[in-house]
């Protein structure tokens, strides 16, 4: 029973964090995803490397469908992970 809960525990332990890793956080990826779903950002960065807040940013992206971007990331969408940023259809 013991071995039970510690694994269980353990399990729900791990998704926790997994949960909260953030994702990737590529900018030069979430440039790319942006033009594959045919909306651009005139003032997101499209370096290899990127920080906060455009790495947040750019999780975001990365995450979300195509159809999706625009309410969860962008300027309109409730979490606002962009910022002020202007994601928007080409």
């Known amino acids: 029973m013991f071995i039970r809960r510690l694994a269980a525990s353990l399990l729900a332990t791990s998704t926790l964090v997994l949960a909260g890793c953030g994702g990737n ?4 990826d979430a440039c790319a995803k942006l033009d594959s779903c045919n ?21 975001c992206i990365n995450s979300h469908a195509c159809g999706a971007i625009l309410s969860s990331c962008g ?11 202007d994601i ?3």
């Open 39 to 59: 909306l651009a950002d005139s003032s997101f960065t499209c370096s290899d490397s990127c920080s906060d807040p455009a790495a947040g940013c750019a999780s």
């Open 88 to 90: 928007h259809p080409k």
């Open 75 to 85: 300027r309109e969408g409730s979490g606002l992970a962009c910022g002020a940023s």
């Open 25 to 28: 956080t590529s900018c030069k």
